[in-house]
C-alpha cells in the first residue's frame, strides 16, 4: 500500500511539471505582431506622379517592414472626399498618417483630429494649416514658380505677353508657384501678365482654355502652366495650333506625355520635383514619428528645370526615372 501511495504521489508530480512546462511554453510562443501599420493618403488615384511617389513610400514600408494601406480620392479637386478618406484612416488606429492634402486649409480640421487620437501626421507634397503636422516633406513651390519665370525670361527675352493656367483659386501649391513666378516676371517691366485660367483637374477644359486665350491674344509670347494636368493640355492646344517653338511653354511635373513633347520642341522648359523621395521619406518620417522621434519642421526635396538640353544627363534620367535601374 505504501509502494502504491508513492507511486500515486510519483505520478501527480510528474503531470503537475509537465503542465507547468506546457503553460510555460506556451506564454512564450504567444504570435506577436509588432509590424507598424501607417496610412498613406494621396490627392489623386491616377497621374504618373502620384504612381511615383507611392513606389517610394512602397520601397521604403519594405526597408523599414512597415505596413502601408493607400487612400486617394478620385480627382484631386475632390476635397470632402479625401477628408472623408482622412476620418476613415483615423478611426482605423494606425501608427501614423502620411497625407498629401487636397487643401491647405480644409484638411486641417482633420489633422486636428488625427492629433487628439494621437496618430501623428506626416504632410508630403502640399502643407496643411495646423501646427499638429509633424513634418512637410516636398519641394519649395514659391522657388518652383521663380524657377518657372526664370526658364521663360530666358526663352521670351525681357519684353512680352505671357497667360497662367492654373489648378484652382485657393490651392495653396499652385497659388505658391503663381506668386514665384510672378515676384520673378516683376523684374522685367515689359513682361505682361495678360491673362490667367484655372483648369482644374480636367486636361480638355486646360486645352479649351488655351485655344481661347490664343484667339484672344495672337501676339502671345509664352504660356505657364502651373500643375501636371494643365501641362498637357496647354502643350496639345499650342500643338495643334502649329504655334510650337512661337508660343514658349513652361510646365510642371515629368510625365511620359510631357517628356515626349519636351522633346518634340512643344514644350520647352518642365520644372520637376522628386516624387519618389517625397514618398520614400513621407514613410520613413513617419516611421519615426510613430517612435516619439523628433523631426525637422521642413524638409526641402527640391526641384529642377529640365529641357531638351539637360533631360538626358544621368543624374537628370534617375529623377525623370526613379524606378528604372
Given at each position: 500500500?505504501?509502494?502504491?501511495?508513492?507511486?500515486?504521489?510519483?505520478?501527480?508530480?510528474?503531470?503537475?511539471?509537465?503542465?507547468?512546462?506546457?503553460?510555460?511554453?506556451?506564454?512564450?510562443?504567444?504570435?506577436?505582431?509588432?509590424?507598424?501599420?501607417?496610412?498613406?493618403?494621396?490627392?489623386?488615384?491616377?497621374?504618373?506622379?502620384?504612381?511615383?511617389?507611392?513606389?517610394?513610400?512602397?520601397?521604403?514600408?519594405?526597408?523599414?517592414?512597415?505596413?502601408?494601406?493607400?487612400?486617394?480620392?478620385?480627382?484631386?479637386?475632390?476635397?470632402?472626399?479625401?477628408i472623408a478618406l482622412m476620418e476613415q484612416s483615423i478611426s482605423s488606429g494606425p501608427?501614423?498618417?502620411?497625407?498629401?492634402?487636397?487643401?491647405?486649409?480644409?484638411?486641417?480640421?482633420?489633422?486636428?483630429?488625427?492629433?487628439?487620437?494621437?496618430?501623428?501626421?506626416?504632410?508630403?507634397?502640399?502643407?496643411?494649416?495646423?501646427?499638429?503636422?509633424?513634418?512637410?516633406?516636398?519641394?519649395?513651390?514659391?522657388?518652383?514658380?521663380?524657377?518657372?519665370?526664370?526658364?521663360?525670361?530666358?526663352?521670351?527675352?525681357?519684353?512680352?505677353?505671357?497667360?497662367?493656367?492654373?489648378?484652382?483659386?485657393?490651392?495653396?501649391?499652385?497659388?505658391?508657384?503663381?506668386?514665384?513666378?510672378?515676384?520673378?516676371?516683376?523684374?522685367?517691366?515689359?513682361v505682361h501678365v495678360i491673362d490667367k485660367v484655372y483648369s482644374l483637374t480636367d486636361r480638355e477644359l486646360a486645352a479649351q482654355l488655351t485655344h481661347s486665350v490664343i484667339d484672344k491674344h495672337p501676339q502671345l509670347d509664352g504660356i505657364v502652366a502651373l500643375n501636371e494636368i494643365s501641362s498637357v493640355g496647354v502643350a496639345t492646344a499650342v500643338q495643334s495650333r502649329h504655334l510650337q517653338g512661337k508660343v514658349k511653354i513652361i510646365t510642371f511635373d515629368s510625365t511620359s506625355e510631357e517628356l515626349e513633347l519636351l522633346q518634340e520642341g512643344v514644350i520647352q522648359a518642365t520644372i520637376i520635383q522628386n516624387p519618389f523621395s517625397i514618398g520614400y521619406l513621407g514613410v520613413k518620417s513617419a516611421v519615426e514619428a510613430a517612435s516619439g522621434k523628433k523631426l525637422p519642421t521642413h524638409v526641402d526635396t527640391g526641384i529642377k528645370a529640365i529641357d531638351l538640353n539637360n533631360m538626358f544627363w544621368s543624374d537628370n534620367q534617375k529623377l525623370l526615372f526613379p524606378f528604372i535601374k
Open positions: 500500500m505504501r509502494f502504491k501511495a508513492l507511486l500515486i504521489a510519483i505520478l501527480i508530480a510528474i503531470v503537475s511539471v509537465s503542465s507547468c512546462t506546457e503553460v510555460a511554453r506556451d506564454d512564450n510562443t504567444l504570435p506577436v505582431d509588432h509590424k507598424r501599420h501607417l496610412e498613406v493618403i494621396l490627392r489623386s488615384q491616377e497621374g504618373d506622379y502620384w504612381k511615383t511617389v507611392k513606389m517610394g513610400a512602397e520601397v521604403a514600408a519594405k526597408e523599414f517592414d512597415v505596413a502601408l494601406d493607400f487612400r486617394a480620392p478620385g480627382d484631386e479637386a475632390d476635397v470632402k472626399g479625401q501608427d501614423a498618417i502620411v497625407l498629401a492634402a487636397n487643401d491647405y486649409k480644409e484638411l486641417s480640421k482633420v489633422v486636428d483630429e488625427a492629433k487628439g487620437a494621437h496618430i501623428p501626421v506626416i504632410s508630403i507634397n502640399s502643407e496643411v494649416e495646423s501646427k499638429n503636422v509633424q513634418s512637410y516633406i516636398g519641394a519649395n513651390n514659391y522657388e518652383a514658380g521663380q524657377l518657372a519665370g526664370k526658364q521663360l525670361i530666358q526663352l521670351i527675352g525681357k519684353s512680352g505677353q505671357i497667360a497662367i493656367v492654373s489648378f484652382k483659386q485657393g490651392e495653396r501649391n499652385t497659388e505658391q508657384r503663381e506668386l514665384g513666378l510672378l515676384d520673378e516676371i516683376a523684374k522685367y517691366p515689359d
